[in-house]
């Protein structure tokens, strides 16, 4: 099935502009939660797996919480982020991060950043859509050799393959409203 995706894919062409099925996602403007399972895969195959919640009320914020194994949470607002394990608890000016002020032109729909640092093919098919992504950039070619996201109503996975062979996953399940 990979595959068949893949030849779906590359048959297609790159994209040169967000397709509407995925812009409608990406722009989403009504509170959405749900769980998520983040999956560590090292190129031995040694797996490191985390579970948790999710909440993005657009506007306002967005908490990322693992419950499994251990407890962390990383929540945002509009100006500050906070990430908190049973350690440490972390709390930066979003303005302070580097490249943040590249994220505000994304948080207003405009995904040019992407084109720009990314070759990428897109398929829908049915109810689901399909992106594979390879930077194009040097500086994410170093550490990043493709991205890979698939999706339908309610779920939405993503994957990021490093230099090394080393993936990390995501799975998201959105509640049912």
């Known amino acids: 099935m990979l595959i068949g995706c893949a030849c779906l894919l590359i048959a297609a062409g790159f994209m040169s502009e967000v397709p509407p099925t995925l ?3 990406l722009d989403c403007t009504n509170e959405t939660a749900g769980v998520f399972t983040q999956t560590k895969t090292m190129p031995g195959g040694q797996t490191f797996v985390s579970r948790g919640t999710f909440r993005i009320r657009p506007g306002r914020d967005f908490e990322w919480a693992v419950h499994d194994p251990f407890e962390s949470c990383f929540l945002t607002s509009q100006d500050r982020y906070v990430y908190t394990n049973e350690d440490e608890r972390v709390e930066r000016e979003l303005k302070d991060l580097p490249y943040f002020s590249r994220l505000g032109a994304v948080a207003a729909g405009d995904y040019s950043m992407f084109f720009d640092a990314f070759d ?18 040097r500086e994410l070619k170093a550490v990043l050799r493709q991205v890979e996201a698939e999706g339908g109503d309610g ?5 990021a393959t490093f230099p090394d062979g080393t993936t990390f996953k995501i799975d998201i399940q959105e509640d049912d409203e």
């Open 23 to 25: 812009s409608a996602r």
């Open 155 to 159: 779920d939405f996975s993503l994957v």
């Open 120 to 137: 990428a093919l897109y398929k829908e098919e049915g109810g689901r859509f399909y992106v594979k992504a390879k930077p194009k950039v």
